[in-house]
């Protein structure tokens, strides 16, 4: 899942773009409004961390002219302490959550869950496919009650399938999910990533659906589901 954070404070920013990095997400970053907004507007965010108060242009503008031009991702924003015109004026912009400053980051990590969690119409931070279960909370594989080592990115992958679970992905948009706006991004990669995925699940859950990308859907579902048919 991509996140984009927009803050000015350089020392809040590294901080918590580090937590969401080890968190498993990939982050863009933007120190103003300009910046934020032009990236808000050109590359698919998963969700959205915003700070309202924000050099070249304020958070609330940025938040309204992407609303007025139908950018519909998920926004927290961060407002100051005790200011609860802001908070108001957040949500009247289109705001989905907030968070007031100064706040702890185990906080802002489980909010930033439930409104990828939300926007995916999953009830928990527990993820089911069949025999493998996804924990977005601690960033755990389980197969069959064993747990299943990923690397960064492999996670990544799995789960940005499971919260689009039982929809077809397209390669073009897994890349475009997957990495930072700085990667040399090569949709053939993600084949190969793919293919170890697979291998290290050691179950049937990831389809290809040929020509159009791919499915991640429970095993035994699908046989089910061919049994009605
Ligand atoms: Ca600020």
Redesign the pocket.
Known sequence: MRILLV???SDLQRLLKKSLVDAGYVVDAASDGEEGHFLGDTEPYDAVIL?L??PKMDGVRVLEKWRHDGRSMPVLILTARDRWSDKVAGFDAGADDYLAKPFHTEELLARVRALLRRAAGLATSEIDVGPLKIDTRASRVIVDGNPVKLTSLEYRLLSYLAHHKGKVVSRTELVEHLYDQDFDRDSNTIEVFVGRLRKKLGINVIQTVRGLGYCLDDPNAQDEDRAKA
């Open positions: 803050e000015d404070d700070d108060g924000l």
